[in-house]
């Protein structure tokens, strides 16, 4: 029985399930979900990262990373740990860019925080054996500072849904049509009276599991020291939207079409996350947009040195770069915070 079948038949025996519980079903289920079974990275699968954009971006991290440990005081041992590490990519170009510090190399404990076996399995044979894995950020050994990168992360992390009804707020679940099929539908909900007033419509997007995160790394700060750098598409602001979707072969389709075959996502509730971390004794910085963090990294100054090197690239790189910074591109869709050490100006968010 596939998902989709197994899905249907929880529902009818159990009534519908959050749209969190949907979501995290199709990602993970360990039968068929599709991080557990099928991710599928890159031009020829479901969706492209900025690390698969260009080599500049993964060597901009690494150096950011050099540049706060340096800030940090050198601390040796420190935990590099990255979360979310798709293929290996981005850690591969970080620490060939960070080799020209070899004492930041020496010091660094390297982990990655993954939980899917074709991902790790593509991982090992990027990395080999530099790295250590850990199915979560509680795993990692403690009582050290930690620089942590996630980049694509946060929009993994399921909400729940509430829909502004004309007379309250109802959840948004997934029930089953008269035939028989997945669909979405509407409950009624205690908390209604907690959530903010709208325009009848609208639809509020609430993470428990991105606000935990938040939580998890202030709290890790707090007490060990270090910086973490969190990089995706996402709201600067608090608002209002369905951001649900589902992508198959870099084509958008239905949430409920293709459980566990497409790669669901949801934009990071950046505010949420930083206010977390902060309850938890952590600093953090002003939210950035992607593109202007690189160009503060000096992307633009990468970019030219690398057409330098290779002239008959030059095209190619300059559309890498544009991908990455342009505003109607990846630039100011994906955004950039740090959660850090009190005290800790991290580098790219100095006022």
Not at 125 to 136: E, R
Request: a negative charge; aromatic letters at 6%.
């Amino acid at each position: 029985m596939g998902l989709r079948d197994r899905l249907i038949a929880q529902v009818r025996e159990s009534g519908p399930m959050s749209v969190a519980q949907y979501m995290t079903a199709c990602l993970h289920d360990p039968q068929d979900g599709y991080y557990a079974t099928r991710p599928a990275l890159g031009a020829a699968g479901d969706f492209i990262t900025a690390p698969l954009v260009s080599q500049m971006f993964g060597e901009l991290i690494g150096l950011w990373a050099v540049e706060c440990w340096e800030r940090l005081g050198r601390p040796s041992p420190f935990r590099l740990v990255e979360m979310g590490p798709g293929d290996g990519t981005l850690m591969d170009d970080m620490l060939r860019a960070a080799r020209l510090a070899p004492a930041f190399v020496a010091a660094a404990d390297v982990w990655l925080v993954e939980t899917s076996e074709p991902l790790q399995a593509r991982q090992r044979q990027a990395l080999g054996d530099c790295v250590t894995w850990a199915a979560s950020q509680g795993q990692v050994p403690d009582g050290a500072p930690m620089i942590m990168i996630a980049n694509e992360l946060l929009d993994c992390l399921p909400p729940r849904q509430f829909v502004r009804t004309q007379t309250r707020w109802s959840e948004r679940v997934v029930g089953l049509t008269d035939a028989g099929d997945l669909a979405f539908g509407l409950a009624a909900v205690a908390l209604g009276q907690l959530l903010p007033d709208a325009p009848v419509g609208s639809v509020l997007e609430q993470s428990p599991s991105q606000e935990a995160l938040g939580s998890e790394i202030g709290a890790r700060i707090a007490i060990d020291g270090g910086a973490a750098l969190l990089i995706d598409y996402g709201r600067d602001t608090p608002g209002f939207g369905d951001t649900l979707q589902a992508l198959r072969r870099h084509v958008r389709e239905s949430p409920l079409a293709s459980p566990g075959e497409a790669d669901l996502t949801v934009h990071a509730d950046f505010p949420a996350v930083l206010a977390a971390a902060a309850k938890e004794g952590a600093a953090t910085a002003a939210i950035l947009t992607q593109g202007e963090f690189l160009v503060r990294l000096g992307i633009g100054a990468r970019a030219e040195a690398l057409t330098a090197a290779r002239p008959d690239r030059s095209e190619v790189i300059e559309r890498q770069l544009e991908r990455l910074v342009s505003p109607d591109q990846m630039g100011d869709l994906f955004k950039v915070v740090c959660i850090h050490t009190p005290g800790l100006v991290p580098p790219g968010f100095e006022t």
